[in-house]
Nanobody, 122 residues
Framework: VQLVESGGGMVQPGGSLRLSCAAS????????MSWVRQAPGKGPEWVSN????????YYADSVKGRFIISRDNAKNTLYLQMNSLKPEDTAQYYC????????????????WGQGTQVTVSS
């Protein structure tokens, strides 16, 4: 299993970024997927989940209405569109495969990517 994130960077407050996660080594379309972030000095925070077909999405209250999770199963790619970014969104963002218990937020993850850094600052 390999998960490779990209698209992070530095952006001003109010700006937007789109993260991507290229998945390989497993049947991507058969798994729910998650985005998780970790800010400096803090523990991991679940951000969003999407079901296998992309028809159901879930968000943490802290990002609801600003972030959009999506997936392209033909391209084995997961996305996170981040709008109206705030300084408190600054974190390392990870693509992760949740364990198969369908919990929201997930109770655990069995695979993670290496992460991509998002910094929101003026």
């Amino acid at each position: 299993v390999q998960l490779v994130e990209s698209g992070g960077g530095m952006v001003q407050p109010g700006g937007s970024l789109r993260l991507s996660c290229a998945a390989s080594g497993f049947p991507f379309s058969s798994y729910d997927m998650s985005w998780v972030r970790q800010a400096p000095g803090k523990g991991p925070e679940w951000v969003s989940n999407i079901n296998t077909g992309g028809t159901r999405t879930y968000y943490a209250d802290s990002v609801k209405g600003r972030f959009i999770i999506s997936r392209d199963n033909a391209k084995n790619t997961l996305y996170l569109q981040m709008n109206s970014l705030k300084p408190e969104d600054t974190a390392q963002y990870y693509c992760a495969r949740p364990v198969l218990d369908s919990a929201i937020p997930p109770t655990g993850y069995d695979h993670w990517g290496q992460g991509t850094q998002v910094t929101v600052s003026s």
